[in-house]
């Protein structure tokens, strides 16, 4: 206990708790701000700005976010089975992303896909490229929409009330829903379907087809005008 209590004990003691915190400090905190990895394994990495702001997110499958809207994360069920990129703003709004996945399920069914979009400011998205596959179908695809002007947070806490009602009450609320948030539609559409046929479709803001130019299967091209009734009021094809 004399020992303990001496001086010179004290002093080593003290001394050796500087040296501690010295080289604390300059391990933690004098690292280098930039350095070279030849390989990272992660599940996932978070880009932010100086002051925590969250603009882009890269994992795997089972840590991927859900949709960020101003800086808090709603859950998603439709991620559970994606791995990609998640896009966000400055102000920490879903902005786009990128995703991809492939499988062969338990009945020997593939299912693959690609997909990269951009979204409108405080919506969902308005540019899109698609590809996959279910079963023998593929499709590919660019497509352009219009958004309505109204948060997209209007829509999801829409979307998590009417699927927590009885199936027969679910699609006069979403109808209800509709009505008085309006804007959303298809405009145009370019891709390969799953019958084998390419088109471009034009449509009105409505998402109605109102041009549209196709190669079917057979290689026969065809151009139609279409009235909003989707009547065919011109039509040229290859043959004539």
Known sequence: MKVFA?????AIYSGVLTLVFAITVVCGFGAPRDATFDQITVHRINFVEPDGTPRLIISDRAE???EYIH???YRRSDRSVVAGMLFMN????ENGGMLWGGRKNSDGKIENFGHLSFDQYDQDQIFTIDSGREGEDRFSGIQIDDRGDYPIQEGI????RIKALPQDQREAELKKF????????NRIYLGRAPDKSASLRMKDEQGRDRLVLRVN???NPVIQFLDANGKVTNEFTGNK
């Open 217 to 219: 299967a057979e290689g």
């Open 64 to 66: 991927f976010p859900g």
């Open 90 to 93: 400055d102000e920490a709004t």
């Open 178 to 185: 509709l009505a008085t948030h309006r804007g959303d539609a």
């Open 157 to 160: 806490e829409a979307g998590s």
């Open 6 to 10: 001496s001086q010179r004990f004290l």
């Open 71 to 73: 800086g808090k994360e």
